[in-house]
């Protein structure tokens, strides 16, 4: 019997850097699925020596729910959209990005759900050490879009509909998302009500400024292109060396000359509100929009990134 993973588990097949390329299967009904102990002896379960326990399994009954250890069950409905999973290997499907977004946005803040969405949409995996990788987008915000509209009564599907309007694409690196969301989403949700940026955006620098970067363009974590105002992620693991400062400053100083305000940001201006909400001050004065900081909104606004942030370095 075919064994369907989904959510934690799929998140993290997801995020490894062999899935690109994978087939997406033409299952798009959830019978005959896997659910017990004589299932499990017939599988080849060596693809996912490397996924941590426990596996999250989607089966479509209550009925084929079976109590075996490291396997949680997951219901799903039995019939979803066409391509709803990847192929993993034989007889082992893992739910697609679109599919993961609407099973996770169940179990996630709305905030949280966004980005998600986002991260799918980006151009980075993970090692097995953790490290960071580039690679291609395994899906975007158009494709999310159209899946959750075709997907009828199913867990998370209305948080995912929701969500799904305010995705942006092509982040290089987790917390792209993060430090971008509280400044874009709606007061209304809890965010500032700023613009939506882009991602990793790449600017092409004269001779002059390459000089000063020591590079002929640079990517700008979050930039809101209009305004010439960007945010650029600095996290202790991947900027907290002298080489790394000695580059994030130059980078700066190639992006001033371009006529760009970079600011830097570290878990520390995204976190506290002081100084998340003077990011949000000096924002306000380069888009030209006065900001309303009442107490309500500073409020919901702390309790959003609190949510968000929640583990993140």
Known sequence: MPLYLGHSTAQRILERPEIVGLPRSDVSRLEHCFSGKTDLAQLDLSPLKDVS?????????????????????????EHLPAGAFIELAN??????????????????SFPQAVDLGCRLCGTFCYEENGNILKRQRITTPERLQTFVECCGHIAGIKRARRAVNWVIPNAASPMEPSCAIPFYLSRRLGGFGFPIPELNYQINLSPAEAAIAGKKKIFIDVYWRDFGFGF??????????????????????????????LQMMTIDQLSEESQRLAVARKMARYFGVSLDLN???????QAMVDQLLRGCE
């Open 53 to 77: 326990e426990p596996f999250d399994v989607l089966v479509n009954s209550p009925k084929q729910v079976r109590r075996l250890p490291n396997y949680r069950y997951h219901q799903c409905p």
């Open 91 to 108: 007889d082992i499907y893992v739910a697609s990005p679109e599919l993961l977004f609407v099973l996770r946005s169940r179990e996630l």
């Open 232 to 261: 650029e992620y600095q996290g202790k693991n991947t900027h907290g060396t002298y080489d790394a400062l000695r580059s994030d400053i130059a980078r700066q100083l190639a992006a001033e000359e371009h006529h760009i305000d």
């Open 295 to 301: 107490n309500d909104f500073v409020r919901r606004n």
